[in-house]
């Protein structure tokens, strides 16, 4: 069964750093794109960034530019997003997804069960 | 930045009855190369991930029922949920995978009436 599996809920103050994790399994991980969408609290779907494993390959809104960085380690298949300095509008929820072919113009077909991200004072 | 708008943002639709949600993509998200329109749509259930039911505008993902559809083209597309059922209630979002970045439509939210 192809699965995406994230770390869990995280509590923050602003200004800390904050790595969070999707390990993918079921499937060849470098050979699909995966990425990254925001959901904040109460709000709809907001695509970030996504990346090829195989080669590191990234694309990115320029909305989230310079604020998160998108990583993939392929020897573990897990992808991981990083803040270097958390704000209190990065409360969210963060879901992991796979594309469900093989381009970066594919529909997600694959999710994992988002990761909340709590950043308060 | 592509804007995919869709309406209405809630309807009420009586059990067994139709449900049509509506998206308008900024862009034509249609490309001739491959005769594929690049929209899908999706599923939210609360405290749920979305679930993929649509994807190429008209093509239902795997277990998907057959009571939904997918239909448009370039910049007009449609969801149809064609007898609702009590399961369905949900908020329902499209996406266009053409341009990056991709982008999602605001969300319907579909009750019962």
């Known amino acids: 069964e192809v699965q995406l599996v994230q770390s869990g809920a995280e509590v923050k103050k602003p200004g800390e750093s904050l790595k969070i994790s999707c390990k993918g399994s079921?499937?060849?991980?470098?050979?699909?794109?995966i990425g990254w969408v925001r959901q904040m609290p109460g709000k709809g779907l907001e695509w970030m960034a996504i990346i090829y494993p195989a080669t590191s390959d990234t694309r990115d809104s320029p909305s989230f530019q310079g604020q998160v960085t998108i990583s993939a380690d392929k020897s573990i298949s897990t992808a991981y997003l990083q803040w270097s300095s958390l704000k209190e509008t990065d409360t969210a929820v963060y879901f992991c997804?796979?594309?469900?072919?093989?381009?970066?113009?594919?529909?997600?077909?694959?999710w994992g069960q988002g990761t909340m991200v709590t950043v308060s004072s | 930045d592509v804007v995919v708008t869709q309406s209405p943002d809630s309807l009420a639709v009586s059990l067994g009855e139709r449900a049509t949600i509506n998206c308008k993509s900024s862009?034509?998200?249609?490309?001739?190369?491959?005769?594929?329109?690049?929209l899908a749509w999706f599923q939210q259930k609360p405290r749920q991930p979305p679930r993929l039911l649509i994807y190429?505008?008209?093509t239902r993902e795997s277990g998907v029922p057959n009571r939904f559809s997918g239909s448009g083209s370039g910049t007009d597309f449609t969801l149809t949920i064609s007898s609702l059922q009590a399961e369905d209630v949900a908020v329902y979002y499209c996406?266009?995978?053409?341009?990056?970045?991709?982008?999602f439509g605001q969300g319907t939210k579909v009750e019962i009436k």
């Open positions: 862009l034509n998200v249609f490309s001739s190369a491959n005769n594929k329109n690049y």
């Open positions: 190429w505008a008209s």
């Open positions: 997804v796979r594309s469900s072919s093989l381009g970066a113009h594919d529909a997600f077909s694959v």
């Open positions: 079921g499937y060849t991980f470098s050979n699909y794109w």
């Open positions: 996406q266009q995978y053409y341009y990056t970045p991709q982008t």
